[in-house]
């Protein structure tokens, strides 16, 4: 009755929808065939790797945590929903790779998301991290200076994501150029996202709990 109820709701219903859509992306082009693996279809190969390291990016699924917290109206619920949602796109990610894998494996190999057991420190760190993600969501719906700063918890991830992890600084002998390339396209890509995000975080506007109002208004 209480999955009925959740299934019923508008809020959890976008919750899972984001959830759906960033496990099932980050399955989708984390997708190698053998061909690809020999070396061909390298442009192909630039393009999903690209896209992969994205949609594979801490920032990404940090913000599914930062998502749910900002739809949901209650403190206590946004740090238990921060939780869940990024649990339950943890856990249909690496499902929905571990049957591809047995179903298409002799084809496709999928770049570790077919392994749910050997991931398990990602749930840890879901069940660590992810509630005051959630609570970080639940601030950025309000008005304010305090508002302000937590909508932008996510944008600034994604401009120092590319620097952390090395993006800028890929050794450039030894490697196939699709990988070389997508780092940098990747960590632009990050980058650009994370100054439109800080721009849209900061600008002015009228909007209700789960949504906007002034930043800095009182």
Not at 104 to 131: E, K, Q, S
Not at 136 to 147: D, I, L, R, Y
Not at 191 to 214: K, S, T
């Amino acid at each position: 009755m209480l999955m009925d109820e959740l299934a019923e709701d508008p809020v959890w219903r976008s919750i899972a929808k984001v959830c759906m859509a960033v496990a099932l992306i980050a399955v989708l082009f984390n997708m190698t065939t053998q061909w690809e693996l020999e070396g061909h279809f390298q442009t192909w190969s630039f393009v999903r790797k690209s896209i992969a390291k994205v949609v594979s990016s801490g920032t990404v699924w940090a913000g599914v945590a930062v998502y749910a917290g900002w739809k949901l109206s209650r403190p206590t619920v946004a740090f238990l929903g921060g939780i869940v949602a990024s649990v339950a796109t943890l856990f249909i990610h690496y499902v929905v790779g571990g049957v591809l894998d047995f179903v298409t494996g002799w084809v496709i190999h999928l770049d570790g998301t077919n392994d749910l057991l050997g991931n398990l420190n990602w749930f840890a760190a879901a069940a660590l991290l992810c509630g005051p993600l959630g609570l970080v969501g639940w601030m950025a719906a309000k008005p304010g200076g305090a508002g302000a700063v937590a909508r932008c918890v996510v944008p600034v991830g994604a401009l120092l994501e590319p620097f952390v992890m090395g993006c800028f600084s890929t050794p450039f002998l030894g490697r196939p150029w699709a990988e070389r390339y997508s780092d940098y396209t990747s960590g632009v890509l990050l980058v650009a996202l994370g100054l439109m995000g800080v721009a849209w975080a900061l600008w002015p506007r009228d909007r209700g709990h789960g949504q906007l109002r002034r930043p800095f208004s009182t």
